[in-house]
């Protein structure tokens, strides 16, 4: 065993220790309600939100618990402890009278039981009142959530012209009752997990029973399981867990935001995860043209779509190649510009004192430092901050003789192709740097093999034997028709699309 | 788990298709000793037998070893035989990504870029292909394919610009050129033709059928090898003789609008065929020398290939001018009997003997 290895298996073993504390079996609750009491009041410190209710009712002594804010008072009146008080007669025997009110009394309607005291910190955290009867050993977990929690809202980072103005928001059931709402089939599964070793954060794994590979449905839910992370407190702590590998600068798992591209997904095989308090909906897996398609494409004339699809790739390419390519050419091979092109160019950076590629890193930095200090701020800031960006750049720099004006036009046009793609903005900027670095230093060849590259790096992911550059590579014909091009809805309802059928993907599953 | 890569028909011919017609566009004199003349497009045409009767000893060892690799086979007879199968196999997919590599380093540092140290390019080209190889074969057939596509078009394109430029003057008769010219001209192309390297090592990875892709490619490739020799003779006539790289100099006459000239394209196709082709000679050549190296020093075998063959195609494009080691013709067609002829067919050979011996010893009775 090498030190690397020793060392893996060391800190497994003691993330394992921290969280699950195999040696130490669940503690049982006891018939001493006071007992109890303190136990959970010892869990949580003496913590002042809190709230222990002691009540006692026809000889009979209980304990209402619950966190501040966590529940809805109003419903644990009327569904529990007004009918309680207001009983004629409680069984006398302890477990007889659980029973009597679990069964009869309660009216919540989610309830479970809790016979450890390990499981009553975690209820009590996910806006559960839990109930206590002196000489039973079992508590009764009453549903009757309500969190301080941001209604349904419209998607603030993928909004759509025709598509429905909602978005996820930060309560998991809310999210998963989007989903229900739009896809009535009883085949859509929803199942629940915890993540997170502190945190216990709730998470759901939803896929349509018979659409998605169950292949597909067994890893994401191995994956989740076997999660070892303190907290997650977004969806984005979980995907580099999902993603097959972890490093690539191109996602094999996507987000959305949209309730209705989650379901489109859902017909088409995948697997979403919901996180609690996160607006964003994981999909595994997100094949690469995926990223080229929104949900307007498909309430728009098939011809638009389809024009403005080539217009999306035709970005990626520019977003990507644009500023190497003029640095490679501009540097290395002058003669390929058009003549009139050529002199003008000249003319421009003729005066300038930097070669192209170190103008265009300059401006480019410069540029990713205002888009980053404009998306922290505040909107009316924000918009100082261009100002002052497009005044310092556009105009300072150029008459300064620093930069050239042909290079302004190649940052601002790599700028405005790059947000045509959002999902892809964050490989597109580093790839953009690397090209200029290469353009300058190896150039147009550079930019090619470079460019090569990253097709390779794009066809060599796969999720789940899935190939993530399906339908282009593997080449699938009939995928195409939603891919390149969009066909119209007759075409397209014709055929059931579904992501483990694609060219490529494991054999088993089509 | 890992499964076995599966590669497609359709991948493998893409792939065929372009390293063949790539290492077409390098056709030089500093390489052939040989201008391309009238025979060359007669030669083209009359090639798709001869390709397929190059293919002929692959695969009746295929039909003995079914699908496994030559090297796996050779293994599965006995293990020293392996050893050295593997090893020859080995040298002669080094060979391959050295020559691709070389030949693309002499014209860029002879035509585009003399101030280029002879060291560049083959690091330029070679570096993507060690991360090729990392990324694994079905990825550099899927980006093959791509590039096979693009490639394959920007040089329709390249000729299509080039028609009106065509002179009927430039085309003279291949019979009006000496005994013998036609059969040099054939016997060039074919030491030219190694892509059964591939069908050899790649049985078993390839769904729906290896015969079905190289037929294709025997009938295809001739094809495209023909535009290319035909262009270039309608075109530069016989100014080719006198150009290092005809087809790039061709493309250089050609103007589509405010475009000077389409070299830039004809140089770009070469380098992506140049990159597809050493990625996967590259990854098969640390597949077959894999098995013959320690377990401790696997990990480095790739590393140290893509050093190994980046200081070789430096020094042979450094010294391609002085003619030391040119891959002419009667070294590659060395090559190709050896490994393509030779080899097979003394392996399928042996493989029939074991099985025959298995046959003649009687089966021990059950008690």
Redesign the interface.
């Known amino acids: 065993m090498n030190a690397v290895t020793f060392l893996r298996q060391f800190f497994h073993t003691a993330r394992q220790q921290q969280y699950a504390d195999p040696q130490k079996p669940p503690e049982p609750l006891s018939k001493n309600l006071q007992e109890n009491i303190t136990r959970v009041k010892e869990a949580y410190g003496n913590s002042d939100d809190l709230t222990v209710r002691e009540l006692t009712v026809q000889n009979r002594r209980f304990a209402c618990l619950a966190l501040d804010n966590m529940v809805s008072k109003d419903d644990l009146n009327k569904m529990l402890l007004e009918k309680l008080t207001a009983a004629p007669r409680l069984p006398t025997d302890a477990e007889e009278c659980f029973s009597f009110i679990e069964r009869s009394l309660s009216t919540a309607p989610e309830q479970q039981r809790a016979e450890t005291v390990d499981e009553l910190p975690t209820l009590l955290a996910s806006g559960f009142a839990l109930l206590l009867l002196d000489g039973c050993a079992v508590a009764l977990a009453l549903g009757v959530q309500h969190f301080p929690a941001r209604g349904v809202e419209a998607p603030r980072n993928e909004e759509m012209e025709r598509a429905a103005h909602e978005a996820f928001v930060e309560v998991l059931r809310l999210n998963v009752a989007l989903l229900r709402r739009r896809m009535k089939t009883p085949a859509l599964r929803v199942e629940n997990l915890t993540v997170g070793g502190r945190s216990k954060t709730a998470a759901a794994i939803c896929y349509l029973q018979g659409s998605a590979s169950p292949k597909v449905v067994d890893f994401v839910r191995r994956r989740l399981q076997r999660i070892e992370i303190d907290a997650v407190l977004e969806s984005g702590y979980l995907q580099p867990f999902l993603e097959s590998r972890p490093l690539s600068l191109f996602p094999t798992v996507g987000a959305t935001e949209r309730p209705d591209a989650a379901c489109a997904k859902l017909c088409e095989g995948r697997v979403a995860v919901l996180v609690d308090g996160t607006p964003f909906c994981l999909i595994a897996p997100t094949l690469f043209c995926e990223h080229f398609q929104s949900m307007d494409d498909y309430t728009l004339h098939p011809a638009f779509a389809t024009f403005v699809r080539l217009l999306k790739y035709f970005s990626f390419f520019m977003a990507i190649v644009f500023p190497g390519l003029y640095v490679a050419i501009g540097e290395?091979?002058p003669?390929?510009f058009?003549?009139?092109?050529f002199f003008k160019l000249v003319d421009a950076e003729v005066t300038t004192p930097f070669s192209l590629m170190w103008e265009a890193l300059m401006i480019h930095t410069i540029y990713e430092i205002m888009r980053e200090a404009g998306l922290r701020l505040p909107q009316s800031v924000g918009h100082a901050v261009s100002i002052v960006g497009a005044l310092v750049i556009g105009e300072s720099a150029v008459s300064a003789g620093l930069i050239g004006a042909p290079m302004i036009i190649v940052v601002a046009v790599t700028a405005l192709s790059s947000y045509v793609i959002p999902t892809l903005y964050y490989p597109v900027a580093i790839l953009r740097f690397a090209m200029i670095l290469v353009g300058g230093i190896?150039?147009?060849?550079?930019v090619?093999?470079?460019f090569?590259?990253v097709?390779?790096?794009i066809?060599?992911l796969e999720f789940c034997?899935i190939?993530i550059?399906a339908p282009?590579?593997?080449?699938d014909r009939t995928a195409m028709r939603d891919a390149v091009v969009r066909a119209g809805w007759p075409t397209l309802a014709r055929h059931t699309a579904r992501v483990q059928a694609l060219?490529?993907a494991?054999?088993e599953d089509r | 788990m890992s499964?076995r890569p599966?590669i497609?028909a359709?991948?493998l011919f893409c792939y065929l298709l372009l390293s063949r017609v790539v290492l077409t566009l390098t056709y030089s004199i500093n390489f052939n000793a040989h201008t391309i003349g009238p025979t060359d497009w007669l030669a083209a045409l009359l090639l798709p037998p001869f390709l397929l009767a190059l293919a002929l000893p692959a695969f009746v060892l295929r039909r003995r070893s079914g699908p496994v690799s030559v090297c796996e086979y050779a293994f599965s007879l006995s293990k020293p035989l392996g050893r050295a199968v593997s090893l020859l196999y080995g040298a002669g997919f080094f060979l391959l990504t050295v020559l691709p590599v070389s030949r693309f380093s002499f014209f860029?540092t002879s035509t585009?870029?003399p101030e280029k140290s002879p060291l560049?390019?083959p690091l330029?080209?070679l570096l993507?292909a060690c991360?090729?190889v990392c990324?694994?074969l079905?990825?550099?057939f899927?980006?093959s394919?791509?590039?096979s596509v693009v490639c394959l078009l920007s040089l329709l394109a390249i000729v299509a610009v080039l028609l009106p430029r065509f002179d009927s003057l430039n085309i003279l008769s291949p019979f009006y050129e000496p005994r013998g010219a036609l059969g040099l001209s054939l016997l060039l192309l074919l030491s030219n033709s190694l892509e059964v390297f591939v069908v050899l090592m790649l049985p078993g990875a390839v769904r729906g059928g290896v015969k079905k892709a190289y037929l294709g490619y025997a009938l295809v490739a001739p094809l495209f090898l023909f535009l290319i020799f035909y262009t270039v003779l309608a075109v530069l006539g016989p100014y080719s003789a006198l150009q290092m790289f005809p087809f790039y100099t061709a493309a250089g006459v050609a103007k589509v609008g405010?475009?000077?000239n389409l070299s830039?394209v004809a140089?770009?196709v070469w380098?992506?065929g140049v990159?597809a082709k050493s990625s996967l000679s590259l990854l098969l050549c640390r597949r077959c020398l894999l098995p013959l190296t320690p377990k401790a020093a696997r990990p480095f075998l790739l590393p140290a290939l893509g050093a190994a063959a980046t200081a070789c195609a430096a020094w042979n494009s450094a010294t391609m001018a002085e003619n030391k080691l040119n891959f002419s013709m009667p070294l590659m067609l060395g090559v190709v009997g050896v490994y393509l002829i030779a080899l097979p067919l003394l392996l399928a050979a042996l493989g029939k003997r074991k099985e025959n011996r298995h046959r003649e010893t009687p089966a021990v009775p059950a008690r």
Do not use: D, K, W
């Not at chain 1, 058009?338 to 092109?341: D, G, I, L, R, S």
């Open positions: 290395n091979n003669e390929i058009p003549t009139a092109v190896a150039g147009l060849f550079g090619i093999l470079l090569s590259l097709l390779l790096e066809a060599s034997s190939p550059f282009f590579l593997p080449f060219h490529g494991g054999e | 499964r599966v497609g359709g991948q860029v585009l870029q560049f390019f330029l080209l993507p991360y090729a990324r694994g079905e990825a550099i899927r980006l394919a791509l590039l405010e475009l000077r830039a140089a770009a380098i992506l990159f």
